[in-house]
């Protein structure tokens, strides 16, 4: 029987201890004697929103399916324990084996957004590993980071060994498997990372130099030895379909985030949106086979007893068998009182129709997201939505039977004006009006439209990745005319307005295209207490703003300044597929207001048919 880590009496007096103790449903134990490679998978947040992401039951599958590898989970620990763990000195430890991972051979973290860079410190320092990986020797693990953050690395570069540049199911077995030569060899440290590097898709940052102008921007970011490659090339599974997919994923004692099966229906997005950083890191689209996935439904929700399954995808309405599949799951599951939940739909008829069958209209809200308040500022993001489509997407769901619309935008966005914000209460307003028009009889209660808004950060591997960012000040100012504006609307009264943390903006402006000068002030701001930097009751901002002073650091210079075409960004080394030139036209066609079409509807060059597959591959055939 495993011995927990932590005592009883330290149990007793902490939050929901089940975070800690591990031996859920689905947890892969195995005799540490028997395997070559232990490897500790983390999710640098809380346990409850770790344990509901995808991407970490894939890979914690994918891993165990080898016998020589037992891969095991960790998460960061809670304020209160983190406090307990530093004052005793208590190691931290993976849930499975209950064992400090600083004894592991790998420590693996998911970095899915940039508020959690504080958090990967706290991992390093309670795990009792060296913050810099220059000071790691052959007796601490191997730190690898990957996720969608590690696109732009360079804030993070000197806390890990590694990063994989990705998709997880390419090129890690090859990692593993040089591991374990390496591990008898009697080779140093160095010797394997230059022989990592080698590797297509694994970036070793201690084997580049970045040199800088006197303006602070880069000149040049060079290999300093022959293994490393110039550019570090992501890898891709073009096969969704014959890849691995978890069909036993861990079920959590305490409810998660998100307590339901999660069924990955494609990865990519045909749309284009010019904001948008995952449209761009995963294209080409993918989907995964039809049969494949009613097999994955079956498999997943007898092995965990969910009562839910949601469909994932960064824009479900584009597969092209979702009526297919959805018919299937509520014939074979409707009547188990299995729910199935669509997230991001279009707004449109088929949308309506397939929503309509799976949601009961009376209890749940629809979610659109127009992203801009008018219809030149759409064009310019490459929305590819218009005010006319909005309305009648509303207008039917009206009539069949919605009363509630949540409505997402976009403030700061590259040349808003005062019009394009004012004309996100319009908008509502019309949404509005719209539901007023429906005769009384068939009208479900009264009507609720919340107006969201987050302000916009430019992303790498964006055309917006040029842009310059607002001020906090400046974001503050278009939230209130945004709201001025609600509070004259004829029908505000049934308008709601919420609006996202400037500050908190600003702080992700500066760690999405930050260098490597930033690490030291995400150390610092560390040390200062700051962690869990998402989570609005821990935010600090005035540390931060110490930290980046402190450093050195000019916060305009990361966040206000507009970069020039020509600019060698911290990123420039990672290649994508979507090409620079592209993303350049991109950028030049947002601000002559051009839509550019979907990927279905015709080819716009983007540079990702190099993969030979997805949509890609079918206006290739």
Same mark, same amino acid.
């Given at each position: 029987m495993r011995k927990l880590a932590l005592s009883d009496e330290i149990l007793m007096t902490i939050e929901k201890p089940a975070r800690y103790i591990g031996g859920e449903v689905n947890a892969v134990m195995k005799e540490k004697e028997a395997v070559d490679i232990r490897f500790a998978m983390c999710f640098p947040d809380v346990y409850e929103i770790g344990m509901s992401h995808l991407g970490i039951q894939i890979l914690y599958d994918m891993f165990n399916q080898r016998e020589d590898i037992w891969c095991e989970r960790v998460y960061s620990p809670w304020m209160d324990l983190h406090k307990v763990m530093k004052e005793k000195q208590i190691p931290l430890? =993976?849930?499975?084996?209950?064992?400090?991972?600083? +004894?592991?051979?790998?420590?693996?973290? =998911?970095?899915?957004?940039?508020?959690?860079?504080? +958090?990967?410190l706290q991992i390093l320092d309670l795990a009792q590993i060296p913050f810099e990986a220059v000071n790691r020797t052959k007796e601490h693990p191997f730190v690898i980071g990957g996720g969608p953050c590690a696109y732009n690395p360079e804030p993070l570069a000197d806390y890990f060994d590694m990063f994989y540049i990705g998709e997880g199911e390419t090129q890690y077995f090859r990692l593993m498997d040089l591991y374990k030569e390496w591990k008898v060899s009697g080779a140093s440290r160095e010797d394997f990372l230059k022989q990592a590097a080698q590797i297509p898709g694994i970036y070793v940052p201690s084997l580049y130099e970045v040199n800088y102008k006197e303006d602070g921007t880069i000149n040049t970011m060079q290999p300093n030895?022959?293994?490393?490659?110039e550019k570090i090339k992501k890898q891709m599974v073009l096969d969704v379909t014959d890849t691995f997919y978890p069909e036993k994923p861990v079920v959590p004692y305490i409810k998660a985030t998100q307590d339901r099966v999660v069924l990955e229906i494609q990865r990519g997005c045909i749309r284009g949106c010019r904001f948008c950083q995952a449209g761009m890191l995963y294209r080409p689209t993918r989907e995964r086979d039809l049969e494949m996935l009613k097999k994955s439904a079956y498999a997943m929700l007898k092995n965990t007893g969910h009562e839910e399954i949601s469909l994932s995808s960064l824009s479900s309405s584009d597969y092209s068998q979702l009526g297919e599949l959805v018919n299937f799951l509520i014939d074979e599951f409707g009547s188990k009182n299995i729910n199935i939940s669509l997230p991001s739909l279009r707004i449109d008829a088929f949308s309506l129709d397939v929503m309509s069958k799976v949601q009961d209209i009376r209890k749940s809200s629809l979610t659109f997201a127009p992203e801009a308040g008018s219809q030149r500022l759409r064009d310019v993001i490459n929305k590819g939505l218009t005010e006319e489509v909005i309305l009648e997407g509303a207008g039917q769901a009206f009539e069949g039977g919605w009363s509630r619309v949540k409505l997402y935008f976009m403030l700061g966005l590259p040349t808003e004006t005062e019009e394009d914000m004012k004309g996100i209460a319009w908008l509502a307003e019309k949404i509005a009006k719209r539901y007023y028009e429906v005769p009384k009889e068939q009208r479900h209660g009264k009507c609720q439209i919340?107006?969201?808004?987050?302000?916009?950060?430019?992303?790498?591997?964006?055309?917006?990745?040029?842009?310059?960012?607002?001020?906090k000040e400046e974001f503050?100012?278009?939230?209130?005319?945004v709201n001025h504006e609600i509070k004259d609307q004829l029908n505000r009264k049934s308008i709601k307005y919420n609006w996202h943390e400037a500050d908190v903006t600003v702080l992700e402006g500066i760690l999405a295209r930050g260098d490597r000068k930033v690490g030291a002030a995400i150390r610092r701001a560390y040390e200062k207490g700051c962690l869990y930097d998402s989570w609005n009751e821990f935010f600090h901002n005035d540390l931060w703003l110490e930290a980046f002073e402190e450093c050195g650091l000019d916060i305009d210079f990361y966040t206000t300044r507009e970069r020039a075409l020509d600019e060698v960004f911290p990123w420039d080394f990672i290649d994508i597929g979507v090409s620079r030139a592209f993303l350049e036209r991109e950028w030049k066609h947002a601000h002559e207001e051009k839509v550019t079409k979907n990927c279905r509807q015709g080819c716009s060059g983007c540079g990702a048919a190099v993969f030979g597959g997805g949509v890609c591959y079918e206006h290739q055939n």
């Amino acid at each position: 029987m495993r011995k927990l880590a932590l005592s009883d009496e330290i149990l007793m007096t902490i939050e929901k201890p089940a975070r800690y103790i591990g031996g859920e449903v689905n947890a892969v134990m195995k005799e540490k004697e028997a395997v070559d490679i232990r490897f500790a998978m983390c999710f640098p947040d809380v346990y409850e929103i770790g344990m509901s992401h995808l991407g970490i039951q894939i890979l914690y599958d994918m891993f165990n399916q080898r016998e020589d590898i037992w891969c095991e989970r960790v998460y960061s620990p809670w304020m209160d324990l983190h406090k307990v763990m530093k004052e005793k000195q208590i190691p931290l430890f =993976t849930l499975e084996s209950q064992e400090p991972v600083k +004894n592991f051979d790998w420590l693996g973290i =998911t970095i899915q957004y940039e508020m959690c860079y504080t +958090n990967i410190l706290q991992i390093l320092d309670l795990a009792q590993i060296p913050f810099e990986a220059v000071n790691r020797t052959k007796e601490h693990p191997f730190v690898i980071g990957g996720g969608p953050c590690a696109y732009n690395p360079e804030p993070l570069a000197d806390y890990f060994d590694m990063f994989y540049i990705g998709e997880g199911e390419t090129q890690y077995f090859r990692l593993m498997d040089l591991y374990k030569e390496w591990k008898v060899s009697g080779a140093s440290r160095e010797d394997f990372l230059k022989q990592a590097a080698q590797i297509p898709g694994i970036y070793v940052p201690s084997l580049y130099e970045v040199n800088y102008k006197e303006d602070g921007t880069i000149n040049t970011m060079q290999p300093n030895c022959p293994e490393a490659p110039e550019k570090i090339k992501k890898q891709m599974v073009l096969d969704v379909t014959d890849t691995f997919y978890p069909e036993k994923p861990v079920v959590p004692y305490i409810k998660a985030t998100q307590d339901r099966v999660v069924l990955e229906i494609q990865r990519g997005c045909i749309r284009g949106c010019r904001f948008c950083q995952a449209g761009m890191l995963y294209r080409p689209t993918r989907e995964r086979d039809l049969e494949m996935l009613k097999k994955s439904a079956y498999a997943m929700l007898k092995n965990t007893g969910h009562e839910e399954i949601s469909l994932s995808s960064l824009s479900s309405s584009d597969y092209s068998q979702l009526g297919e599949l959805v018919n299937f799951l509520i014939d074979e599951f409707g009547s188990k009182n299995i729910n199935i939940s669509l997230p991001s739909l279009r707004i449109d008829a088929f949308s309506l129709d397939v929503m309509s069958k799976v949601q009961d209209i009376r209890k749940s809200s629809l979610t659109f997201a127009p992203e801009a308040g008018s219809q030149r500022l759409r064009d310019v993001i490459n929305k590819g939505l218009t005010e006319e489509v909005i309305l009648e997407g509303a207008g039917q769901a009206f009539e069949g039977g919605w009363s509630r619309v949540k409505l997402y935008f976009m403030l700061g966005l590259p040349t808003e004006t005062e019009e394009d914000m004012k004309g996100i209460a319009w908008l509502a307003e019309k949404i509005a009006k719209r539901y007023y028009e429906v005769p009384k009889e068939q009208r479900h209660g009264k009507c609720q439209i919340t107006v969201s808004t987050s302000f916009f950060v430019p992303k790498p591997f964006t055309p917006f990745q040029w842009a310059k960012m607002c001020t906090k000040e400046e974001f503050l100012h278009r939230a209130y005319v945004v709201n001025h504006e609600i509070k004259d609307q004829l029908n505000r009264k049934s308008i709601k307005y919420n609006w996202h943390e400037a500050d908190v903006t600003v702080l992700e402006g500066i760690l999405a295209r930050g260098d490597r000068k930033v690490g030291a002030a995400i150390r610092r701001a560390y040390e200062k207490g700051c962690l869990y930097d998402s989570w609005n009751e821990f935010f600090h901002n005035d540390l931060w703003l110490e930290a980046f002073e402190e450093c050195g650091l000019d916060i305009d210079f990361y966040t206000t300044r507009e970069r020039a075409l020509d600019e060698v960004f911290p990123w420039d080394f990672i290649d994508i597929g979507v090409s620079r030139a592209f993303l350049e036209r991109e950028w030049k066609h947002a601000h002559e207001e051009k839509v550019t079409k979907n990927c279905r509807q015709g080819c716009s060059g983007c540079g990702a048919a190099v993969f030979g597959g997805g949509v890609c591959y079918e206006h290739q055939n």
